[in-house]
């Protein structure tokens, strides 16, 4: 559910953005699967270590994606 009194009480603000049609949407997919293109991925690191990842990525120290593992530990 979804509460919209939430974003008013809290100043939040919703930004979004559109990147072409369905159908180049659907074509980029195509693309990557053909191409079998994979994210590089700097780390993966338990939510416990989040502060950590993302002060490497604010101090541009990683290379890559920097993932967040929600179900390490769980």
């Known amino acids: 559910s979804f509460s919209p009194q939430a974003i ?3 100043q939040l603000h919703i930004m979004g953005s ?3 049609t369905d ?9 990557v699967a053909q191409h ?3 994210p590089v ?3 993966i690191v338990p939510l ?7 002060a ?3 101090a541009g120290q ?3 994606k920097l993932v967040i593992d929600l179900l390490a530990g769980a």
Do not use: N, V
């Open 23 to 31: 159908a180049e949407f659907a074509d980029m997919l195509a693309f």
């Open 18 to 20: 559109s990147m072409g």
């Open 41 to 43: 991925i700097d780390s």
């Open 62 to 64: 990683q290379l890559g």
């Open 8 to 10: 008013f009480w809290k």
């Open 56 to 58: 490497k990525m604010a």
């Open 36 to 38: 079998r293109i994979r």
């Open 48 to 54: 416990e270590e989040a502060p950590e990842a993302f």
